[in-house]
């Protein structure tokens, strides 16, 4: 049966990890607001009285959900054997999903460092000073520690083969730094090679590849969690 | 064999969640960084070659590591199976905990939110802006959530009986926003009675009273993920 997967219908965002995993996977799912709106998705999490969601995206399950993205792969994966699968590998591809969360989470609090609940042109002074540590300190440290992940494991992929979703991520991630960070992310690639290897890899993958032409995949937007204002960038 | 932990040893922080699943259920540990040092921690950190960690807390397990909050909870929780353990109570729990770390973020934020290469005083404008909305929105809205969950669960827990690691966070969770916002935590208490007499039954639990009297515990203080500025709070 076919998985109900919630996510905002107009952004990659969050819901992007999943949506990778999913057709990675070769999992059947219906991206029910891509099909319904939002304001169907925001019925849909009001109506959860038993494990609600505290937001998109999510898995509607038996009327209860599986929400939080890292958490969201980490159940496709022991329910469908998809990736490594040993105790090990579990945790370890877990723990690399968080920390790439983390990253997405701090590329979003770049344009909204005061809140939310403001436009960004309502606190893009603030941007400007977040920006400049983002680039110079955080980028390098979370992609330097990507780096020696993948050079502990000596070979193609995070844990070993085969693939993971957090080589799906991990490419993601990637793709979203460089549409937010194009002057940075080309000053940077070069200290990276196994990650930009990674990339690559992960792009080529014949499991993607009717996604990645499909009109499923929805391109990075000024709305997005990585959003390209160029006065943020710099190189 | 009791776990080697490492955590920054002058703080609560994130270790904290960790410490007290560890004490309620009876795991043996070594606090490593409190009998070291910071430095020894570091070098530790340095030296894992195979399955590094991006930052603390962390487990060390025959040279690889267990990090971020949630996952070595996660981890502790299926090895150890101390809470409740059904695939869905599983998934379910690690929901609510990454949400509880969200919000911890962005407690951390609120002093910080342009950058943690700063100290508090040099980004402190833009710290009383953030904690308007956080104080308004982010806190209620996230209480809300947890007070929802609760009654979703008609228990006196999180997952139902036995209690979990997530109750023992939201506990701790409820102590750090007390600390640092105490006047609007006055003011909000009573709009989410399921979270407070949580709070208090795990505050009651006889599994923690050793350690919650005990030195292991450490107090919060201004270098913590949790901060009381009083210029940050309001009714």
Redesign the interface.
């Given at each position: 049966m076919a998985y109900d997967f919630w996510y905002w219908p107009t952004i990659p965002g969050r819901g992007e990890f999943v949506r990778l995993m999913l057709e990675a996977c070769g999992i059947p799912y219906t991206d029910r607001a891509r099909d319904k709106g939002a304001d169907a998705m925001l019925a849909d999490m009001a109506d959860h009285?038993?494990?609600?969601?505290?937001a998109p995206p999510y898995l509607s399950i038996d009327g209860?959900?599986?929400?939080?993205t890292?958490?969201i792969l980490?159940?496709l994966a022991?329910r469908h054997q998809c990736g490594p699968s040993g105790?090990?590998s579990r945790?370890?591809l877990?723990?690399l999903q968080?920390?790439i969360m983390?990253l997405v989470?701090e590329a979003h609090?770049v344009h909204h460092?005061?809140?939310?609940?403001?436009y960004y042109e309502d606190?893009k002074a603030?941007a400007l000073?977040?920006a400049a540590?983002?680039r110079t300190?955080?980028i390098p440290k979370?992609l330097g520690?990507f780096e020696?992940?993948l050079i502990?494991?000596r070979g193609d992929w995070l844990a070993g083969a085969p693939w993971s979703y957090a080589d799906l991520s991990l490419f993601h991630l990637v793709e979203g730094l460089r549409y937010a960070f194009p002057r940075r992310m080309a000053t940077l690639a070069a200290q990276y090679p196994a990650v930009v290897a990674l990339h690559d890899r992960v792009a080529a993958l014949p499991e993607l590849q009717d996604y990645l032409a499909s009109d499923r995949r929805l391109p990075f937007n000024q709305d997005d969690v990585f959003r390209h204002y160029p006065e943020l960038d710099a190189p």
């Open positions: 009285a038993g494990g609600p969601a505290f209860s959900t599986v929400a939080q890292a958490n980490f159940y022991e105790m090990k945790y370890w877990a723990q968080l920390t983390d989470a609090d460092p005061i809140g939310v609940g403001l606190q603030e000073r977040r540590e983002f300190d955080r979370y520690y020696r992940a502990a494991e």
